[in-house]
């Protein structure tokens, strides 16, 4: 596609409940990231896929979330059980992965609420 | 975590004016990278710069690093009122994995 597409753009839910996330990157992008950005922060990086496997998930933050990327392509962040302190604008973001310091290219990102 | 801080958090200009922007970080790094982000949402890459590089210039903008001072500096000219966003730098510090990791930003408003 364009560009980085990321679905939907805002979800509510209520605390406990179980959310999706969807991350479609830029067609042939191997490299792909999940950011979240607090209200008022930078991003925070969260965990990196290259190909179908979780290079880094260092910045996952407990046990509740939880990505995949089955095909290496369309990646889905996955929260248990959540919390008002998920409320935040999750961000993926994907690059060619060729080099070390390929461009990341950004989506517009999932807005969450957490009741 | 936030790897470092954008100096200042706010700044307002008049249109046409040159804003700088001043960003702190706290280890090595292999590059730094800053971005720019509208309305809190997407965020467009705007310049990077590789640790074994002083000075880079894109077309109305100009970085600098100093690694021994561990600062990075972000130079727009000739200020557009479509330039009003917040900028963050981002840092990479891991050649083959490139985690960004964040500053807290600068929110720029320029004044038509």
């Known amino acids: 596609g364009a560009g980085v597409s990321q679905t939907p753009s805002n979800k509510v839910t209520e605390k406990g409940k179980y959310v999706e996330l969807r991350c479609d990157p830029i067609?042939?992008?191997?490299?792909l990231y999940w950011y979240r950005q607090s209200l008022g922060q930078g991003p925070e990086f969260l965990i990196y896929?290259?190909?179908?496997?979780?290079?880094?998930d260092s910045g996952l933050p407990n046990d509740r979330f939880f990505a995949v990327r089955p095909e290496g392509s369309v990646s889905t962040l996955k929260i248990q059980r959540t919390e008002r302190g998920d409320s935040a604008v999750y961000l993926c973001?994907?690059?060619?992965?060729?080099?070390?310091?390929?461009?990341?290219?950004f989506g517009p990102g999932t807005r969450l609420t957490v009741l | 975590s936030q790897q470092g801080e954008e100096d200042p958090q706010a700044l307002s200009i008049q249109e046409g004016e040159n804003a700088t922007m001043n960003c702190s970080y706290k280890?090595?790094?292999?590059?730094l990278q800053w971005y720019r982000q509208n309305s809190g949402r997407g965020l467009v890459h705007l310049i990077l710069?590789?640790?074994?590089?002083r000075e880079k210039h894109s077309g109305r903008l100009r970085v600098t690093l100093d690694t021994s001072k561990k600062s990075s500096s972000l130079l727009i000219t000739a200020s557009r009122a479509a330039d009003t966003a917040s900028y963050f730098c981002?840092?990479?510090?891991?050649?083959?994995?490139?985690?960004?990791?964040f500053g807290t930003g600068t929110r720029l408003t320029i004044i038509p």
């Open positions: 973001a994907s690059s060619s992965g060729q080099r070390s310091t390929d461009t990341q290219y």
């Open positions: 067609s042939g992008h191997t490299a």
């Open positions: 981002a840092t990479g510090r891991i050649f083959g994995n490139e985690k960004l990791t």
């Open positions: 896929f290259q190909g179908t496997g979780a290079a880094d």
């Open positions: 710069i590789r640790s074994n590089e």
């Open positions: 280890t090595s790094i292999n590059n």
